[in-house]
């Protein structure tokens, strides 16, 4: 078992940036895939990006391509997203999550946070 914790989210203005922190503890975070995904109130979950075990590839949506970064520190058990130029319709509850699988996998991850919400004000 993994537990996700995800922190950092905030009230912010257009335009403004914000770090999500996503913190693991169990399992050895460091052999998994690690995403992130955001859900606004009536849609659908979105993916937004997500990283490779060793950190070395990376992939994002569509929608947020150019804005922001996933990272980790697997010494840490630490997973991040840098959000920069922030726009109204990035508000949402924004999720980690994880699991043993490869990056390409196109199954569900395993291991979810509790969330965390971003709302990004116009």
């Known amino acids: 078992q993994v537990q996700l914790r995800e922190s950092g989210g905030a009230l912010v203005q257009a335009g403004g940036s914000l770090r999500l922190s996503c913190a693991a503890s169990?399992?050895?975070?460091?052999?998994?895939?690690m995403g992130w995904f955001r859900q606004a109130p009536g849609k659908e979950r979105e993916f937004v990006a997500a990283i490779s075990w060793s950190g070395t590839s990376t992939y994002y949506g569509d929608s947020v391509k150019g804005r922001f970064t996933i990272s980790r520190d697997n010494a840490k058990n630490m997973g991040y997203l840098q959000m920069n130029s922030l726009k109204p319709e990035d508000t949402a509850v924004y999720y980690c999550a994880t699991d043993p699988r490869t990056l390409g996998s196109r199954a569900e991850y395993d291991y979810w946070g509790q969330g965390t919400q971003v709302t990004v004000s116009s």
């Open positions: 169990g399992r050895t975070f460091s052999n998994y895939r």
